[in-house]
């Protein structure tokens, strides 16, 4: 619509112009000066009006267009980003070589909340647990952390949780998780806000490897279970 007006108005101008060019060629340019009449005059400037207004209107519409653009981009350029990083409280090397036949040692992790993002994250729900033996709980199913009335994560900022696998492990178990026999999870989820208003999710589900002291992503039923959105 705001083209096909542009074009009306291109083509009324060159129209207008090529008439009034043609006047002038016709009868001369000081003849056709003094004969301009108030209403030519009036229909040449009103042409030209258009044709202005006309261009001004498209440009502004480009503009409008260019603000409402930046302003849909704008929430993901400036919006909350939550990572998380897990590690072993204690090393486990450590506790491996320790632990005595009889011993029920608690395999216990750290998980850090790091906003990497522009503006603040309100944390609305916070869920997460450890266990080594399966089956996993469904996500729905994470124990839940209290988080108070409101966590609010500026950027930069960091939120550690301190987490302890509710089933006691044995002399055994701590040496097949040793040698990487045995892979305990980590899993979680942290459900926040931008300043925007708008809902964001960032899920873990990792298996630890006791040999190389390292975690991995681990699916869940053959799903992605870590992921940001």
Not at 94 to 117: F, I
Request: aromatic share 8%; hydrophobic share 45%.
């Amino acid at each position: 619509m705001r083209l096909s007006l542009l074009i009306a108005a291109l083509v009324l101008g060159i129209v207008g112009g090529v008439v009034l060019v043609r006047d002038c060629e016709s009868i001369g340019l000081v003849v056709c000066v003094s004969h301009l009449t108030l209403e030519r005059a009036t229909t040449y400037a009103t042409l030209v009006l258009a044709l202005v207004a006309l261009i001004l209107t498209h440009a502004t519409w480009r503009s409008a267009e260019a603000a409402k653009q930046s302003a849909a981009i704008l929430p993901q350029l400036e919006r909350a980003y939550l990572f998380e990083t897990a590690t072993m409280t204690a090393a486990f090397g450590d506790t491996a070589m320790r632990v005595e036949l009889g011993e029920t040692p608690a395999l216990c992790y750290t998980v850090t909340l790091t906003n990497y993002g522009r503006t603040p994250a309100i944390v609305r729900r916070l869920a997460c647990g450890a266990d080594h033996s399966p089956p996993m709980p469904a996500e729905s199913a994470y124990p839940r952390l209290e988080v108070g009335p409101e966590l609010i994560l500026r950027p930069g900022e960091q939120h550690v949780v301190e987490l302890r696998d509710p089933q006691p492990a044995d002399a055994e178990l701590v040496a097949e998780v040793h040698r990487g026999n045995v892979f305990p999870k980590l899993f979680g989820r942290v459900d926040y806000d931008d300043m925007f208003g708008q809902p964001h999710v960032t899920a873990w589900h990792w298996a630890y490897n006791g040999k190389d002291d390292t975690f991995a992503p681990f699916p869940w039923k053959g799903r992605r279970a870590n992921y940001r959105r």
